[in-house]
């Protein structure tokens, strides 16, 4: 079975660009999650799909980030436009359907190293 | 909020030598707790976990307990090898609903020979 992959591996663009992060999770996995590790801090959450319906976008740092799940298959991040800050690794990260008493496993793609310049 | 703590690396133990890395947790109510590693290149992958008081995650020759009463998970092995070379994150999700991890900094290990 296929892992969570993630598209690029590496993405190096110029302040004011625009640029979309891939994830496809493992499949029928219903929960998709992201995250970001900038500049060797924490790991820390973005958002959350349920299908393709936004669970939890409280991580979101700004309005310049755009998540979508068309079809509840994959997803793409979008960062327009970019700023140096903006630079990190970003991960996926997917799990399936919660069910209540049971612990949820997450199971993380490479990441996306992002860098902003 | 859920916040956790970990040990600043990186450190450098030369094989076969004791691994601790600390790890202490604020979290409400009863967290799971994890310890996910990646390795050079890789994405992150679990290493072991622990969902209740006093419960013992181990995997690959690490392990770490979950102690409420000093809010803490630290990882150990006994003998580490190059292999085990990697950064290390300690974890928590909230107990009951969708669990969004919520992660310590990292600690990056170098095992020479």
């Known amino acids: 079975e296929a892992g969570v992959t993630q598209f690029p591996s590496h993405s190096v663009i110029e302040k004011g660009q625009t640029v979309t992060l891939r994830c496809d999770p493992i499949?029928?996995?219903?929960?998709l999650y992201w995250y970001r590790r900038v500049m060797g801090k924490e790991i820390k959450f973005l958002l959350h799909f349920v299908k393709e319906s936004k669970q939890d976008e409280s991580g979101m740092p700004n309005n310049r980030f755009l998540a979508e799940r068309t079809g509840g298959t994959y997803s793409t991040l979008k960062v327009q436009p970019a700023e140096l800050e903006d630079s990190g690794v970003y991960f996926c990260?997917?799990?399936?359907?919660?069910?209540?008493?049971?612990?949820?496993?997450?199971?993380f793609g490479p990441g996306t190293r992002l860098l902003v310049l | 909020g859920n916040s956790v703590t970990q040990m600043e690396g990186p450190v450098t133990l030369s094989e076969e030598a004791f691994l601790t890395i600390n790890c202490t947790y604020t979290?409400?109510?009863?967290?799971?707790l994890f310890w996910y590693v990646q390795y050079p290149g890789e994405g992150l992958q679990l290493l072991l976990k622990a969902t209740k008081a006093d419960d013992k995650g181990s995997n690959k020759g690490f392990e770490a307990t979950y102690r409420k009463e000093t809010t803490s998970f630290h990882l150990e092995k006994g003998s580490v090898q190059v292999s085990d070379s990697a950064v290390y994150f300690c974890?928590?999700?909230?107990?009951?609903?969708?669990?969004?991890?919520?992660f310590g900094t990292g600690t990056k290990l170098q095992v020479i020979p």
């Open positions: 979290a409400t109510g009863y967290p799971s």
């Open positions: 974890a928590l999700t909230d107990s009951g609903g969708y669990q969004k991890v919520t």
């Open positions: 499949s029928g996995h219903d929960n």
């Open positions: 990260a997917s799990s399936s359907l919660f069910t209540p008493g049971q612990q949820e496993t997450q199971y």
